[in-house]
């Protein structure tokens, strides 16, 4: 593959996660909600993912 | 977040802890990019006279008083699990005196400094605190010399020094 291609892919990913830390924290938890219902999704999916934390739940939160 | 926020400020006002701070996962995520958490973690401190063989057993109490069920170690407060740590070493206890003040969905709080937590994650060693810490190496805006000086302080230098060296190959 292009080595151009593969530094621009790093560069953009680079890019795109530190603009992700400068979000706000009010922000960063609604990506974190959105993680767990994904996480939720894939354990619903996948049947060898463990499930054994029973508070690992999303959280009902109101933003 | 924010109700979960006003009830843990509740517990300093009624004096049942005397400071606090928040800790773990989610304070490192308002210095670098989140990624997923189930939990709060809250260091704590409480007022000596309240220090018994099980010192966090007035948090439990006002939670059962409040109607918050517990799930083990944790208690839901407004549906986030909160997990009330004692500061349990000379480090933790000096991240949290010295633990910055901030604003959080409207709500007065407090907040881990990005060097303690770096250097509590240098100190606790786990797969996923150095995971986290390299991110902060790359992510977070600290002031190095301070870390620098927490960990020569508290005889982690020479494990921050291997890491580097693993980090950089």
Not at chain 1, 53 to 61: A, D, G, L, P, V
């Amino acid at each position: 593959m292009d080595k151009n291609y593969q530094s621009h892919i790093a560069e953009s990913k680079d890019e795109y996660h530190k603009n992700r830390v400068k979000m706000s924290f009010e922000d960063k938890v609604k990506v974190i909600v959105e993680l767990q219902k994904i996480e939720a999704e894939f354990i619903k999916n996948n049947k060898t993912r463990s499930t054994s934390n029973k508070y690992r739940r999303i959280w009902e939160i109101q933003f | 977040m924010q109700k979960t926020l006003k009830r843990i400020n509740e517990l300093l006002e009624l004096g049942i802890i005397t400071n606090y701070a928040i800790a773990g996962g989610m304070a490192q995520f308002y210095y670098i990019e989140p990624s997923i958490t189930y939990d709060l973690d809250i260091v704590v401190h409480i007022s000596d006279e309240e220090k018994t063989l099980t010192p966090l057993t007035k948090i439990y109490k006002w939670a059962e008083k409040n109607g918050y069920l517990t799930e083990k170690e944790h208690i839901i407060i407004e549906s986030i699990p909160v997990q009330f740590l004692l500061a349990y070493n000379e480090l933790v206890k000096e991240a949290l005196n010295n633990a910055d003040n901030i604003k959080l969905f409207d709500e007065n709080t407090f907040i881990f400094k990005p060097e303690y937590l770096m250097a509590i994650m240098l100190q606790t060693g786990r797969l996923t605190d150095k995971e986290r810490l390299a991110r902060f190496f790359i992510e977070a805006e600290y002031d190095k010399n301070k870390f620098l000086e927490i960990i020569k302080r508290f005889n982690l230098f020479e494990v921050y020094k291997k890491l580097i060296e693993v980090k950089n190959g």
